[in-house]
């Protein structure tokens, strides 16, 4: 499986991004793509992740309506709309494949995009 995320960049704080995550090779009818992200210096956080067996889920901190995920009609790419920027959002953000189920463990994740970095400004 190979998945490509891109959208990232610079913006100032209060400002939004939309991340796009482009899977492919995958042949399971059912699977779920997770957005995780790393700040600098800290640990990989799961953001929010979309499947056909979980619908959407946004985990802890990341509720409260700034992310949300969604996907195109094909399903062969994953989007995340950031709203209300905030500078400690600056992170690199990672989507991620699995079969099945979500899960907010980022080691039950079998594949990774590379990431894009999002930097915002105060």
């Known amino acids: 499986v190979q998945l490509q995320a891109s959208g990232g960049g610079l913006v100032q704080s209060g400002g939004s991004l939309r991340l796009s995550c482009t899977a492919s090779?995958?042949?399971?009818?059912?699977?779920?793509i997770g957005w995780f992200r790393q700040a600098p210096g800290k640990e990989r956080e799961a953001v929010s992740c979309i499947s056909d067996e979980d619908g959407i889920i946004v985990w802890g901190d990341f509720k409260g309506g700034r992310f949300s995920i969604s996907r195109d009609v094909t399903k062969t790419t994953t989007y995340l709309q950031i709203d209300s920027l905030q500078p400690e959002d600056t992170a690199v953000y990672y989507c991620a494949y699995k079969g099945l189920y979500c899960n907010q463990h980022a080691v039950t994740f079998e594949s990774w995009g590379q990431g894009t970095l999002v930097t915002v400004s105060s």
């Open positions: 090779g995958f042949s399971l009818e059912s699977y779920a």
